[in-house]
Nanobody
Framework: QVQLVESGGGLVQAGDSLRLSCIAS????????VAWFRQAPGNEREFVAA???????YYADSVKGRFTISRDAAQNTVYLQMNNLKPDDTAIYYC??????????????????WGQGTQVTVSS
């Protein structure tokens, strides 16, 4: 069973960038779709970005043009590059794997394995 560990979160100012990493152990990403979700205090977990291993990629409208999901097969790692961060991006960010169909790729329930999360805080 694959296990996921996120890292790379932190406290930054609005307009700064961060790169989150999600490393898989006990398996590879190759047979899964991989997604990033986030959850702010008092809010439900929301979709951020996803990709099937070879293609394509999907983004929430709120991050399109600012965030990029990518993968490094050799490192068995998926990244979330976040540019031009805004205070509204403040949340715990989680990576997840699963085998969703296209219509559910933005749905948290379609993913069966989750990491522990990494905190991203953006100050204004």
């Amino acid at each position: 069973q694959v296990q996921l560990v996120e890292s790379g979160g932190g406290l930054v100012q609005a307009g700064d960038s961060l790169r989150l990493s999600c490393i898989a152990s006990g398996g590879t990403f190759r047979s899964y779709s991989v997604a990033w979700f986030r959850q702010a205090p008092g809010n439900e977990r929301e979709f951020v970005a996803a990709r099937k291993w070879d293609s394509p990629t999907y983004y929430a409208d709120s991050v399109k043009g600012r965030f990029t999901i990518s993968r490094d097969a050799a490192q068995n790692t998926v990244y979330l590059q976040m540019n031009n961060l805004k205070p509204d991006d403040t949340a715990i960010y989680y990576c997840a794997v699963g085998r969703p169909i296209q219509s559910t790729i933005r749905t948290a329930g379609a993913y069966h394995t989750w990491g522990q999360g990494t905190q991203v805080t953006v100050s204004s």
